[in-house]
């Protein structure tokens, strides 16, 4: 590959292993051409390929091991989730912007599957929410929520776009959620998800069903959320104390971490 005259040799070898990562070229934790490679590439010097490295490494692009390479780096960011926090919450972590777009917000009444989680009457109307979830404007996830009545009653559609179910009730009606149970399985995308999410049909999907509750132990909603695999993946840490008798089946729990792939800045 040919060099432009003017321009310094290693920022424009930087920006093309930039864009070649960007586009996909090269995934996370894909090992990167050997500055030999690289340096026959460009008809340069190993030195001024070693600058174009050690750029990308200061902007966390890529990163080096001793002895085997340059290898990409997973952009995506991780955020502390043993603290209970909302898609929001989240987002801001990540620093990506939160929306979301309600397809559906309507009573239903509840099966006896649905009605046992949320400790109703089967057969009771409750609240369904479904909603497209974005972060920089693009799919990130597609959830499907219901809510007994007593609480579904104090949302507004409308308010739903920019403002979580959680900012929502402890704001403006000051109810807490107090804890989350969490169920993480995988699956694909059928025709209606792959259409929302923009992805293919029979994607991966990370689904999440969560189940909220309240003071006195009163569930507030249970949510079924479809996560587009690509975007997302939940990292554990585990913590072992050494001066305690815990065994090591038993490990603390330190972080349970949400780790989102960034969307490029196209603003």
Known sequence: MKLKQGAPRHSQISQWLRKEIEDGT???DEKLPSENELAKKFGVSRVTIRRALQSLESEEIIYRCQGLGSFVSDTRTPHNLVRLTD????MENAGLEASSIVKA???VEAPGWLA???HVAEGNKVLQIDRLRLGNGEPIAYDITWMPILYGQLLQ???LQDKTIYQTLEEEYEIPI????YRISADVADNYLSTQLKADINAPLLTINRLSFTIGDKPVYYQQRYYRSDKVMYEMTLERDKNNSTSASELPLKEFVPVFKKTKDTG
Request: charged share 40%.
């Open 26 to 28: 090269y995934m996370p």
């Open 87 to 90: 898609f929001n919450e989240d």
């Open 105 to 107: 917000f309507k009573t």
């Open 116 to 118: 046992e989680i949320l």
């Open 157 to 159: 559609e409308d308010k």
């Open 178 to 181: 107090i804890r989350g149970t």
